[in-house]
């Protein structure tokens, strides 16, 4: 139980085009999600928090209108890079959170998607 | 604010060796400490975690030991298999309990050759 998927495991674009990642939760209901965000040899970075029909909270540094979050459903957010730029070439990961018993106190990750923009 | 420095990788070893992944951590209060595996082409999974200082997580073999003294939750295991071939993420949490909001180091590669 309690199982991610995100997808695209990798994908390649050109500068100034935009980007959707999905991270899905398969099994249960995910009521808060986390998106992150590597640089490489660098620690996971969160980026921002989601909760289901809320708007995201980003953290600090991190542009909301670059980083699009939408979190309709309670199996489904989508973090949109805009305009993308070589910059933004990164490693992105997922978590969710559901309710009830460790669902409370843990988080479940994707697989991360590996973006690079040419 | 809060940050996890961890042992650069790449880790290669033999199988049956002794392994020691180095993590340091600066946060204020008391946080929970974590470590997650990630094996090729999957996602993160929690391996153990520890929430108060003295505690030892263990899972898999692998442990570690929450020293507050030494800010340190270094993690360990007696003889690794190939299997144990993944990168390792330390991580803390300074919400009491929970591991959601999480700050990570950068991640360990470990190789393990038969």
């Known amino acids: 139980g309690a199982v991610v998927s995100q997808h695209p495991s990798r994908v390649i674009c050109k500068s100034g085009t935009s980007v959707k990642i999905e991270c899905r939760s398969l099994?249960?209901?995910?009521?808060?999600m986390f998106w992150y965000r590597q640089f490489p040899k660098k620690s996971l970075m969160l980026m921002a928090t989601s909760n289901e029909g809320s708007k995201a909270t980003y953290e600090q540094g991190v542009e909301k209108d670059k980083f699009l979050i939408n979190h309709a459903s309670l199996t489904l957010s989508t973090l949109t890079v805009t305009s993308a730029h070589p910059e933004d070439s990164s490693f992105y990961i997922c978590?969710?959170?559901?309710?009830?018993?460790?669902?409370?106190?843990?988080?479940?990750f994707g697989q991360g998607t590996r973006l690079t923009v040419v | 604010g809060n940050s996890v420095t961890q042992m650069e990788g790449p880790v290669t070893l033999s199988e049956e060796a002794f392994l020691t992944i180095n993590c340091t951590y600066t946060a204020t209060g008391y946080p929970s400490l974590f470590w997650y595996v990630q094996y090729p082409g999957e996602g993160l999974q929690l391996l153990l975690k520890a929430t108060k200082a003295d505690d030892k997580g263990s899972n898999k073999g692998f442990e570690a030991t929450y020293r507050k003294e030494t800010t340190s939750f270094h993690l360990e295991k007696g003889s690794v298999q190939v299997s144990d071939s993944a990168v390792y993420f330390c991580a803390l949490s300074d919400q009491p309990g929970s591991a959601r909001q999480l700050t990570f180091g950068s991640g360990t590669q470990l190789t393990v050759l038969p």
């Open positions: 099994d249960f209901q995910a009521t808060t």
């Open positions: 978590s969710a959170g559901g309710q009830g018993g460790k669902m409370n106190t843990e988080a479940f």
